[in-house]
């Protein structure tokens, strides 16, 4: 199909052109009628630059197979590069990321002071390395964006698998349940437990337990690790030395993600000396409550330390 066509009919589906009779039985228009119609109502995010790439390939292909001169086929692709729903429609192949409604439901998390985990609605856990951001629908769907480093421990879902998008690295983690690590700094993903699907437009691997795949350009690069010597970061090992019981609380708040409550608010000035290792938060609370001899009441999602 000629670039002249495409822009053609991109103009009609995009509203800027009034549609004729002919179009109905046209087999090019019907076609990118239906892959348009078939798009996911979301925002995309794109990798603008190799579809610019890829379309000025297509032209300049059409250009000396169709003797179209340069100046021709250059100044209508300009005025229509800002759309992703051109890139679309012209049957660019390149990829593009299901993102999320751009309104208020959206919930950003980041790790500023350290790492942070977060709970999920399905009760899957994210522990977030310092630095790294999560995105996800307050009206959850099992499906986050990530940049930076994030373990993911994910609860089982045959009917709903989870999704994790990867922008920087145009690409993609599908999981039913199971524990595994990404660095999107590295461009890796590192399976802990079960099995993943990573993927991108061009390749899909499945990872056993540990496998690490290393995405480079068009490349999956899959190897073996050791996991006691990966993603070490995720261990919790905390050691604090005369200090108030509130900075204590913020500390296991960021790491395992409740909401702890202290009833009597004079108890937060009390300073004290903790060592936890790869606790569970139960662990550490009992561990706490016994030095301050406190009862431990949980309700829904929150955490209460009672004077006894």
Request: charged share 30%; hydrophobic share 35%.
């Amino acid at each position: 199909m000629q670039d002249e066509k495409y822009i053609e009919i991109a103009k009609k589906l995009a509203g800027e052109k009034q549609l004729k009779e002919k179009d109905q039985n046209d087999h090019d228009f019907l076609e990118l009628k239906a892959t348009w119609e078939h798009l996911p109502q979301q925002k995309h995010t794109a990798n603008l630059e190799r579809g610019r790439q890829l379309m000025m390939d297509k032209i300049q292909g059409n250009a000396s197979s169709e003797k179209i001169t340069k100046e021709r086929v250059f100044q209508p692709w300009m005025r229509y590069a800002s759309s992703v729903a051109i890139f679309l429609m012209l049957g660019i192949s390149y990829f593009i990321y299901n993102s999320f409604p751009n309104h208020s439901s959206e919930v950003f998390v980041t790790a500023t002071k350290g790492n942070k985990r977060v709970v999920l609605k399905d009760g899957s856990t994210v522990l977030l390395h310092q630095g790294a951001k999560l995105w996800y629908e307050e009206d959850f769907n099992r499906t986050v964006r990530l940049e930076g480093e994030g373990f993911f421990d994910i609860t089982h879902n045959k009917e709903y698998p989870f999704e994790v998008m990867l922008p920087s690295m145009e690409s993609k983690v599908k999981v039913l349940g199971t524990s595994f690590n990404i660095n999107t700094v590295e461009h890796s993903v590192s399976l802990f437990s079960g099995s993943v699907e990573v993927s991108n437009q061009k390749r899909k691997t499945f990872l056993e337990p540990s496998e690490k795949v290393v995405i480079s350009m068009d490349q999956f690069d899959v190897k073996t690790f050791d996991p006691s010597n990966e993603a070490t970061w995720r261990k919790f090992d905390l050691v604090l030395k005369d200090r108030a019981l509130t900075e204590v609380i913020d500390q296991l708040e960021r790491w395992y993600g409740h909401k702890i409550i202290v009833k009597d608010p004079a108890l937060l000035h009390y300073t004290v000396s903790v060592k936890f290792e790869d606790n569970s938060l139960e662990e550490a609370l009992d561990n706490l409550s016994f030095m301050l001899k406190l009862n431990v009441k949980k309700e829904g999602d929150y955490y209460y330390l009672i004077k006894e």
